[in-house]
């Protein structure tokens, strides 16, 4: 078996630390973007590492949950799925005023918390 998840792993990293930077300059919407995107990769280094292949090109955080067959508690599970939701909306906004609205400071510093026990649950799962 190759180490190529542990790449995917350093960058899930480096991308929860950019989330908490976005975050604390106020940018908000990227800050669950880059939360998103960390347990993206987290996600797609598990399914290398279980699954012996290159993950797929995809952003479905529950598409990748279902590939490798495995199941989170009822609140990481509940997280995932609307951070899954918030993918489109921070990655391609139809209006920035709203969306800025919409992921205040307070929002997403919850967003952030859930996002780092997340990417931990993640982690135990190798």
């Excluded at 350093?10 to 604390?24: S, V």
């Excluded at 899954?84 to 205040?104: C, G, K, M």
């Excluded at 952030?112 to 026990?117: D, Q, S, V």
């Amino acid at each position: 078996m190759n180490n190529k998840h542990l790449e995917w792993l350093k960058q899930a990293d480096y991308d929860i630390d950019t989330a908490e930077f976005m975050h604390n300059g106020s940018r908000c919407f990227y800050s669950v973007f880059m939360c998103h995107l960390a347990i993206e990769k987290a996600l797609k280094g598990l399914y290398q590492f279980k699954l012996e292949e290159v993950p797929p090109k995809t952003h479905n955080l529950v598409y990748l949950l279902n590939k490798i067959d495995i199941k989170p508690d009822e609140k990481i599970g509940k997280f995932i799925i609307k951070l899954n939701e918030a993918n489109i909306a921070t990655r391609y906004p139809d209006n920035i005023a709203i969306l800025q609205s919409n992921y205040t400071k307070q929002v997403t510093a919850e967003i952030l918390i859930n996002a780092k026990e997340s990417l931990e649950w993640i982690k135990k799962q190798f």
